[in-house]
Structure formats: C-alpha cells, structure tokens
C-alpha cells in the first residue's frame, strides 16, 4: 500500500518561439499522483483531496503575480502547467489537505481559506484552526513540500515526495482488552485528546512560528473504536483497536504532555488517562498501544515513521 504523495516535476525547454522580452521561457508540468492507497478510514491520507501551490522567483518574499492558486485532485491525480523563465531560480511551495468542495476554495489577495486551515502566500504561512477541533477526525490531515532554488535550465524529470508537517497520535487497544471491556458492559462510545500543538508554520522551510506550543484540546468525538480499521505495527504480530486519533503541528522532535479522556454510551465520563512526556515528531506516528481500557498502566509507546520504514524506541 502506496502511503505517500507523489509529484512529477517535467520541464521541458522552448525554441525560439520562446523567446520574450525577460529571456526564454520553459514550460513546467507538475504532476500530482496520490499513487495506489487503499480504501481505509484511518491514517491513510485519502481525505485529502486538494493542492494549494505558489511561486517564488530569486528568492523573492513575495509569490510572482498569478503564480499561485490551488488544484483539485481528481482520481488521486492534479496537473499544473506553468511557463517559467528559463536561467531563474525558483521556490514553489505546495500545499496539500481537505475542503468540502475543492472547487470553489475561497481565494482573496493571496490566501486560502480551507476548513481547517489558512494558507497565506504573502506571508508564507499556514495557520492551523483549532476553534472547534474535535478528536478522530481524519479531515485534518495534509501535506507540504517545497521545492527550494529550482533553476529552470533545460529538461527535468523529477519525483518528491510531500510530507505531512504534523504527528500523528494513536491510542489503541489489544483485541483482548476491548473484548474483556465490552464483556464487562464497559462500552466507549466517545474520546477526546488533550495535546501540545503549534499554530503555524513557514511555507518555505518549515519553521514553526511560535517558541512554544499552545495545549490544545481534540473535543469529544465519536471513537473509531467499533470500525474494522486496525493499527498495525512492524515486526509485531499484535494488532490494535483505535481508540483515539488526532493530529497536531509539531516541530521536528518534541515531546508532550498528553491526556486522553472517554465517555460510555450514556454519556457518563469515565476516566481520563495521563501521559508524560511523550515524544512526537514531524511526519511520525507516535502509537500509545496496550490495555489501556482494562489495565491502563499496560502500555507501550511506539513511534514509527509514516512513509517509509518504521522506528521504535
């Protein structure tokens, strides 16, 4: 199973009809290729479903007029076609997440609205929206890449791969443990996570904004514990239950105080559990796995890379 975004970067040099006022022109064809991702509803990144992108020139703070726009992605793929000037130097930045109709994504004065976040070109910044965040959605997933000092100087054939600037945050549960909780009528019917989050970060390298993160609370959502979706981890024949899932903005290593805290099917609280310290990391996975339901002192954390390879500590 594919886990990644591809892109194609394809330039092709012009002839003399090429030839303008500010020096030859070269066309640029990016392709994007969501590659074959299984139907999943956990951590599998098909919610996302558009592609904001922006070009620099020479190491401009500004995106060049009408150089920068969004893409919808249509059967995993989006095209988009540029003509660059041949001999300069680019920055494109791409940005990859979900809007609830990706082809009318509010565009104003070099932003980007999308629902769970805002792309601003000017300022080279993405802001993450916390108002009203809920735990166990998917829809706030995305990806990003740049492209740093792209001198356009005749044919290119490349591939890159997006990342996601986030970790992500799984709690799961033995098979055991959620049958042992189900035969004592413990049902879970919602969860919600408390994390540490930042709140932006730098379109062209990826920096975080703030010198410290925000504790951010994932609001009670329905848990994805009853789906058919299991966290499976390498070189471990134990699969897990979901029992809870988020997202959050992170530097490139950090760790976090964490709370995780569910309700029963009548809504009673029943328990919260407390985690410290707890490293995540960008483009990570950091899995919080064991009895957490019968015995929540039985637990291991697990942190593996999303793409490719996995990693334990």
Not at 124 to 132: A, F, I, P, W
Not at 294 to 310: A, K, M, Q, S
Request: with cysteine.
């Amino acid at each position: 199973m594919s886990k990644f975004f591809h892109f194609i970067l394809i330039v092709a040099t012009l002839v003399a009809t090429s030839c303008m006022g500010d020096g030859f022109r070269s066309d640029v064809t990016f392709t994007a290729d969501l590659g074959g991702i299984e139907s999943r509803a956990i951590a599998d990144g098909t919610t996302v479903n558009q592609v904001a992108w922006a070009v620099y020139v020479d190491g401009s703070s500004t995106p060049l007029k009408d150089m920068w726009g969004t893409m919808p992605l249509s059967n995993r793929q989006a095209e988009l076609n540029l003509r660059l000037t041949t001999g300069r130097t680019y920055d494109i930045v791409f940005f990859a997440y979900y809007t609830e109709n990706p082809s009318s994504t509010t565009e104003i004065n070099g932003e980007i609205n999308p629902l769970y976040y805002e792309v601003s070109f000017i300022d080279k910044m993405v802001s993450v929206k916390y108002d009203g965040a809920t735990a166990n959605d998917e829809k706030r997933d995305c990806f990003w890449h740049v492209e740093n000092n792209l001198k356009v100087d005749g044919p290119i054939n490349r591939k890159f791969l997006l990342t996601r600037p986030l970790a992500q945050l799984n709690f799961g549960v033995t098979e055991s443990d959620f049958n042992s909780a189900l035969g004592s009528t413990f049902k879970i019917e919602d969860t919600e996570i408390t994390v540490d989050s930042y709140t932006k970060f730098n379109l062209l390298d990826g920096s975080l904004s703030e010198p410290m993160p925000t504790t951010i609370k994932f609001a009670r959502n329905t848990t994805p514990l009853y789906n058919d979706d299991y966290l499976i981890l390498k070189n471990q024949s134990e699969r897990y239950k979901y029992l809870a899932t988020t997202y959050t903005l992170v530097n490139e290593k950090c760790t976090s105080n964490v709370a995780l805290t569910f309700w029963d099917s009548t809504g009673i609280e029943l328990h919260t559990l407390n985690y410290s310290f707890v490293p995540l990391q960008r483009n990570y996975r950091t899995n919080i796995i064991g009895h957490l339901l019968t015995n929540p002192h039985l637990f291991t954390i697990v942190i593996d890379e999303e793409f490719e390879g996995d990693h334990t500590h």
